[in-house]
């Protein structure tokens, strides 16, 4: 008797999580790739670009070092003392971090979106740049410069030496334009794609209209 109740039980509160999750399905935002027709819709629903956000599909991780070193120097009779730091400026993007499109643009005749993943930047001189590919996505193609810093060091995920990005042609060497991918032993790269968050809610409503039969 016991062991009914607790099936039956068991069985009551599994039907009652299954319930749950569905619904919890309707508000749950999923991360989709950016294509080039999602873009034209999201435009036209947005025309300013003002309230779209966009997302890297993976971390993006840049290392600015300094110009030049703080470094003093001394000479002794036994020896020449050398002092100063070296600094590096990081500047993470990580997957959460919301994007402003602030001017589309052209590439070698391929779409391109500058994206400001900052506050305090917009204007496409200090914002990152995406563009059209032919696996239909838009992926990195610069990093914004930073005043009294080198060209930064670009990791994609973590700064393996295997994830530094470079210039190249992800796929195949007919592509239009260079992207900063993190090449692999096949030839091909690991680039950084533009994503967006969908919420996507459509319940199916049934309406019955059964056949009365012929006369």
């Known amino acids: 008797m016991n062991i009914t109740r607790r099936i039956g039980g068991a069985s009551a509160f599994g039907s009652a999580l299954l319930v749950w999750a569905a619904l919890g399905l309707g508000g749950c935002a999923r991360r989709l790739d950016l294509t080039p027709s999602e873009f034209e819709r999201l435009q036209g629903d947005d025309p300013g670009l003002e309230k779209l956000r966009v997302f890297p599909h993976r971390m993006l991780l840049s290392d600015y070092p300094m110009l ?6 001394s ?3 036994r020896k020449v003392i050398e002092r100063g730091a070296r600094e590096v400026w990081k500047r993470p993007v990580k997957r959460r971090t919301p994007g402003k499109i602030l001017k589309v643009g052209e590439l070698n005749g391929m779409p391109l979106l500058w994206v400001t993943f900052r506050s305090d930047c917009s204007e496409p001189t200090c914002a990152y740049s995406f563009v059209q590919t ?6 990195l193609v610069s990093v914004p410069p930073l005043e009294g810093y080198k060209e930064p060091s670009n990791y994609r995920r973590n700064r393996l ?3 530094r ?3 190249m042609r992800v796929q195949s060497m007919v592509e239009v334009n260079e992207v900063l991918a993190a090449p692999r032993r096949s030839g091909k790269g690991k680039p950084i794609d533009l994503q967006i ?3 996507r809610w459509r319940p199916t409503k049934t309406r019955r209209d059964p056949a009365d039969g012929a006369r």
């Open 161 to 163: 030496k295997r994830n």
């Open 68 to 73: 030049a070193d703080n470094l003093s120097r």
């Open 197 to 199: 968050r969908k919420d």
């Open 75 to 77: 000479v002794t009779k």
């Open 165 to 167: 990005l470079r210039p």
């Open 134 to 139: 032919e696996r239909q996505r838009y992926a």
